[in-house]
């Protein structure tokens, strides 16, 4: 059974930093896709960052240049470091996995239960 477990999360003022990780158990699958999703509330999920087995990513517009998505531990853990947090990144995030070559953030087989992030002075 692959489970995905987040961790993380929490509250930070503006201009801060967090790294949020995810551990990544019982998934056997050499090519892959990992990723970070967020939800707000009131809001749709989004795509945040995602990268697969030969170190693709992608990003959204809304988060370039202050996140970075990075695995390690042959991608039984995914992490994503946020610098210069703002209120609008307030969200609960998750991360996602799948056996296939990322596909601009197109649906994810496998789920974490997510950690909250919450962006105030």
């Known amino acids: 059974e692959v489970q995905l477990a987040e961790s993380g999360g929490g509250l930070v003022q503006p201009g801060g930093s967090l790294r949020l990780s995810c551990v990544v158990s019982?998934?056997?699958?050499?090519?892959?896709?990992m990723g970070w999703f967020r939800q707000a509330p009131g809001k749709e999920r989004e795509g945040v960052a995602e990268?697969?087995?030969?170190?693709?990513?992608n990003y959204a517009d809304s988060v370039k240049g202050r996140f970075t998505i990075s695995k390690a531990n042959a991608g039984n853990t995914l992490y994503l470091q946020m610098n210069n947090l703002k209120p609008e990144d307030t969200a609960m995030y998750y991360c996602?996995?799948?056996?296939?070559?990322?596909?601009?953030?197109?649906?994810?087989?496998?789920w974490g239960q997510g950690t909250q992030v919450t962006v105030s002075s």
């Open positions: 996602a996995a799948d056996h296939k070559y990322c596909e601009g953030f197109a649906d994810f087989r496998y």
């Open positions: 019982g998934y056997t699958y050499s090519k892959h896709c």
């Open positions: 990268i697969d087995s030969d170190g693709a990513m």
